[in-house]
């Protein structure tokens, strides 16, 4: 597999999650419209700002009669059904973000795979099984690919390979024209992926999570640590409930020079972290197989 097809794949199915990311908004948004313009008619009728509702009922297939039965009115307020749209938009972002790590992690087994491919004197001995050294010559991508997949703590074990290998990457993924600590960030997506896997997206050991990934990241020194990034990993917690939960949806900016409709787009934000590593370490292969 050449170097190029490796990272293609991986911008290919990293569009494809923001391209699904957009089509989920649009339907949240155009049905948060529909319903406040519901709410507007009906208060126009009745006067009456609360009287809006909505009665639902759940139908149940009834093994023994083979009937649809019609089970139990749900009666709710249209803000009720505008808070439920808002909450199933926030777990479908999580999941496009638990996504968008995993094909991180494949793209990082692939990149490591070509790294040994190209150069076989650069992975560790063991990286190669209990294959017989004279026998590596021999041997096509597809041995390095299932060798890279076995490798323990993927992705920490071949970043840190990669900072190593690599001559900038150890400081570019802290210091950069993005003015990004993506190493800090990836700890954070990954930490998140594991809740959302998990927990369901939330947890009740906030300040836990977030002292684990600043010491992860070399943020927290004896209690002491970065403000700025501690603050940042708050932010995706905004709700403040007993159960904090992984809020990933876009912030409306105060738009200043009176443009409507500007937004912070937290998970766009987070996903293009991912393809700005992915891409430097596609350069940084590049560079060193020539």
């Known amino acids: 597999m050449k170097l190029d097809e490796i990272f293609d794949e991986y911008i290919l199915k990293s569009e494809q999650l923001i391209l699904a990311k957009r089509s989920i908004n649009e339907i949240a948004v155009n049905e948060i419209k529909r319903l406040h313009q519901k709410k507007e008619k009906e208060q126009d009728v009745t006067g ?11 139908l149940i297939q009834d093994i023994k009669s083979g009937e649809t039965i019609r089970y139990k009115n749900i009666r709710s307020t249209v803000d009720e059904n505008i808070k439920q749209i808002v909450l199933h938009k926030n777990k479908q972002y999580q999941w496009i973000l638990t996504e968008s790590f ?12 070509y790294l040994g491919y190209k150069d076989k004197n650069i992975w560790q001995l063991k990286d190669y099984g209990s294959i017989v050294l004279s026998e590596l010559e021999s041997k096509d991508y597809s041995f390095f690919l299932e060798q890279a997949k076995t490798k323990k703590d993927i992705p920490d074990s071949i970043l840190t390979k990669f900072r190593n290998v690599f001559p900038e990457y ?13 190493r800090f960030e990836i700890n954070v997506i990954e930490h998140f992926r594991h809740i959302i896997v ?17 010491k992860k990241s070399g943020l927290w ?31 409306e ?17 987070l996903i293009s972290s991912l393809t700005s590593i992915s ?8 560079a060193i197989t020539k």
Do not use: M, W
């Open 48 to 58: 009456n700002k609360n009287s809006t509702h909505s009665v639902d009922f759940f």
């Open 102 to 113: 995993e094909i991180f992690r494949e793209y990082l087994i692939k990149s490591y795979a």
């Open 170 to 182: 150890k400081n570019l993924e802290i210091c950069n024209k993005l003015e990004k600590n993506l």
């Open 198 to 214: 998990h927990c369901g997206g939330q947890t009740t050991e906030k300040e836990i999570l977030i002292e684990k990934i600043l």
């Open 221 to 251: 020194n004896n209690g002491k640590y970065d403000k700025e990034k501690y603050d940042f990993i708050s932010s995706f917690f905004p709700l403040k409930e007993s159960n904090d939960l992984i809020i990933l949806l876009e912030i």
């Open 253 to 269: 900016l105060n738009n200043k020079d009176g443009f409507p409709n500007k937004y912070d787009d937290i998970l766009y934000n």
């Open 279 to 286: 891409y430097l370490i596609f350069n940084e292969l590049k």
